[in-house]
C-alpha cells in the first residue's frame, strides 16, 4: 500500500543526496507540476524495471497525471525525464545573460601596457620616460634585456590615463634616443603561460622559485635544467598570471631576474648536406677533374698530363717535336711531329741525334728522387 509520496531523483547516480519526497494526489497519482515545481523542464517519470533490468516509462494523461507501475509507488526510485532541447536553450539564454552584464563594446576599454618597436640599442628606461612624459604621466615603463644586460630593442610602457595612450598610438612614428620608433598595442590571442627566467642566483632550486612566483598565482611546472645553468622555466596554470609577471620587475636573493617568453629554438643550418653551396672537389674549378684524377691504377708516368713521361716519353705540344723511349731508356728511331695543319709525320732519327737524347734521358734518371724525399 503507498504511504501517499513518491521518491524522485534526477539521476540514479545521486538519488540517495539529491533525490525528494513529492506527495501523491488522492486518486493515488503523480501530478507533473509538482515534478516540475522541483525539477525544471521535467516532461516526464521512469524508473528501472525490476523484471528486466531497464529503464521504463511511466503512463501519463494529456492533463499531466502520472499513473503508479504495477509495483506500486514505494518500492521504486523514480528519474525525472527533462526535455533536453529546452534545457540547452536556457542554458545559452544564461550564458547570453552572463555576456550582457559585461562592458559593451561601446564602453570604454583600459588600454594597458603598449610595445615600442625599433629602439635604440643605447636607447636607456630614463631616455624613453623623458620622451614619452610629454604625452603624460606615465605608471610603468622597461626595455626588456638579453643575459648580458642589453638592450633588446623593444620595451613596453603605460600610462595613467588612457587619454595618454590614446594621443601616443596617434602618432605613426616617435624619434627616441635619434632613432624613429613605433608604439602599438601588443597583439596576444592567448597569454603565454610559460616563461623564461634568467640571471638566476647560485644555489637556487624550484622551492626558492616556487616561494616567490607563486605570490602571482598558481604554477604548474617548475623546471631547473641539471647542471646549473643560471635559467629556469616556470609555467603558471593562467596566462593572466603569468601576462601580470611580464609586466614588472623581479628580484630573488637581492639579484635581478629576466623574465621574458621563452624564444623557439633556431634552426640548425645543415652545411654538411652540401644545400647551402656549390661545393667541388679540388681540382674541379673551370676545368674537367680528368686532367687532374687519372683512371684508379694508372702507373705513375703514364697519366697522360701531357707533359713530361717516364717510359712512355714525352709528347710534345704546339707542334713541338716529341720522342719516344723504350723500357730501357733508349730512344726508338722514330719520332712524332705535331705540324701545324693537325697531321703527324715520321722520320728517322740519325746516329748522333740518338746519341744526344740517350745522354739527355741518362742524366735526367740521375736526378729523379723516389717521391717523399724532395726538401
Not at 98 to 126: F, R, V
Request: proline share 6%; hydrophobic share 30%; aromatic share 10%.
Amino acid at each position: 500500500m503507498d504511504n501517499g509520496v513518491v521518491f524522485v531523483a534526477p539521476n540514479e547516480e545521486n538519488a540517495d543526496e539529491e533525490g525528494i519526497e513529492i506527495p501523491l494526489e488522492e486518486d493515488s497519482t503523480c501530478c507533473l507540476k509538482v515534478v516540475q515545481s522541483q525539477f525544471a523542464n521535467a516532461v516526464g517519470l521512469r524508473f528501472r524495471a525490476p523484471d528486466t533490468g531497464r529503464m521504463r516509462a511511466l503512463k501519463m494523461d494529456e492533463n499531466g497525471k502520472l499513473y503508479p507501475p504495477a509495483q506500486g509507488w514505494n518500492s521504486l526510485t523514480f528519474i525525472v525525464v527533462v526535455d533536453k532541447k529546452r534545457t540547452r536553450e536556457e542554458e545559452g539564454s544564461r550564458v547570453q545573460e552572463n555576456d550582457n552584464k559585461k562592458p559593451s563594446s561601446g564602453a570604454p576599454e583600459k588600454i594597458g601596457d603598449m610595445i615600442i618597436l625599433g629602439l635604440s640599442y643605447k636607447a636607456t628606461e630614463d631616455d624613453v620616460k623623458e620622451y614619452f612624459e610629454t604625452y603624460g604621466e606615465i605608471k610603468s615603463c622597461e626595455i626588456k634585456k638579453d643575459y648580458a644586460g642589453n638592450s633588446r630593442g623593444f620595451g613596453f610602457i603605460s600610462f595613467v590615463s588612457d587619454d595618454s595612450a590614446k594621443r601616443v598610438l596617434t602618432e605613426t612614428y616617435h624619434n627616441v634616443s635619434g632613432r624613429k620608433c613605433e608604439v602599438r598595442i601588443p597583439k596576444r590571442t592567448e597569454p603565454e603561460r610559460k616563461l623564461f627566467v634568467g640571471r638566476l642566483p647560485r644555489g637556487t632550486n624550484e622551492e626558492d622559485l616556487t616561494e616567490y612566483f607563486s605570490t602571482f598565482g598558481s604554477l604548474a611546472d617548475v623546471y631547473i635544467p641539471r647542471p646549473h645553468r643560471g635559467f629556469a622555466f616556470i609555467t603558471f596554470e593562467k596566462g593572466d598570471d603569468a601576462d601580470v609577471v611580464l609586466k614588472q620587475k623581479h628580484f630573488l636573493k637581492d639579484a635581478p631576474l629576466n623574465v621574458t617568453i621563452p624564444d623557439p629554438p633556431a634552426k640548425k643550418q645543415k652545411f654538411a648536406d652540401g644545400d647551402q653551396f656549390d661545393r667541388k672537389p679540388f681540382g674541379q674549378y673551370g676545368r674537367d677533374s680528368s686532367t687532374y684524377y687519372p683512371p684508379t691504377g694508372t702507373p705513375y708516368g703514364q697519366q697522360g698530363y701531357g707533359g713530361y713521361g717516364s717510359q712512355q716519353g714525352y709528347s710534345g705540344s704546339h707542334g713541338a717535336p716529341g720522342y719516344q723511349y723504350n723500357s730501357s731508356g733508349n730512344a726508338t728511331a722514330t719520332q712524332s711531329m705535331q705540324v701545324e695543319d693537325g697531321s703527324s709525320a715520321r722520320q728517322e732519327l740519325d746516329a748522333n741525334e740518338i746519341e744526344f737524347l740517350d745522354a739527355i734521358v741518362k742524366k735526367v734518371k740521375g736526378n729523379r728522387k723516389p717521391v717523399g724525399q724532395w726538401n
